[in-house]
Each structure stands twice: as structure tokens, then as C-alpha cells.
């Protein structure tokens, strides 16, 4: 998946906005900053130095889904997060996921963050109702 159509999926999620910090990271978060917005999704692409670019995409996932996801190729647990005992995976090679099957990890990864909102966030998001 490339930064154009994984920024453009992720804007189409519900309540969602984008911001660059990291060093370069997309973040995308559920809710407002202002609201105290819940990071959903960070992708990085890194210039290879060679005209490539490589990417990491990185969403939090179910204990379930970590278990099977952590050992496939191209995924790993999400550096810096998954060592601090969160549920986060990284798809940072080849073969990795299929873009739809990305896009869907990262919907999941928007609902799953949206119900750590408070209720009353939620209500007016308008999510999870």
C-alpha cells in the first residue's frame, strides 16, 4: 500500500484526522486532538537511498489476531508498542498483507481504538451507537 491510498483510506474512516509527527510519521487518530484523539494507525516510508521507498504500517489489532499475525512474514509486533505489552503489528515487508486485507486490519484497528473512547466522545462522534 502506498502513502496516497493508505492516507485516503484512512481519512475515510468515520471521525478520523491525520497528523505528521514522529519524525515523519502519518498518524492517524480517532477523534479530535482536542478531544484527546486515540492514535489508530502510523504509517513510515523511509527512502531507501536507491528511488524505493519502504514502508511500515502499524494498527493495533485483538489478542487473537496478534497471536496469529505476529509470526507471519512482512508483519511483525510493533516495535516500541507491542514491548510495553500493547497488541500492535507492523506490516513493514513483503509479502505481508494484501492491501484489502490491510485496509481491513486497519478498520478494525479504528473500531477497536474508538471503544477505548469515552462514551459520551463516542455519542458525539457518532460512533460505535
Not at 493508505?6 to 514522529?22: E, G, I
Not at 493495533?60 to 496469529?68: Q, R
Not at 466522545?121 to 460512533?127: A, P, T
Amino acid at each position: 500500500m502506498d502513502l496516497d491510498t493508505y492516507n485516503s483510506f484512512c481519512a475515510s474512516l468515520p471521525a478520523t484526522n491525520h497528523v505528521v509527527q514522529w519524525g515523519g510519521a502519518h498518524v492517524w487518530k480517532v477523534g479530535s486532538i482536542e478531544s484527546g484523539g486515540k492514535v489508530f494507525a502510523i504509517g513510515g516510508w523511509d527512502d531507501t537511498g536507491e528511488g524505493d521507498k519502504t514502508t511500515g504500517i502499524t494498527f493495533k489489532v485483538s489478542d487473537i489476531a496478534y497471536e496469529f499475525l505476529r509470526d507471519q512474514p512482512g508483519l511483525r509486533p510493533a516495535p516500541y508498542l507491542a514491548s510495553r505489552g500493547m497488541k500492535w503489528i507492523q506490516h513493514y515487508d513483503e509479502p505481508g498483507l494484501s492491501d484489502t486485507e490491510l485496509q481491513e486490519y486497519l478498520s478494525e484497528s479504528h473500531r477497536l481504538v474508538s471503544k477505548n473512547l469515552t462514551k459520551k466522545l463516542q455519542r458525539e462522534l457518532g460512533l460505535n451507537q
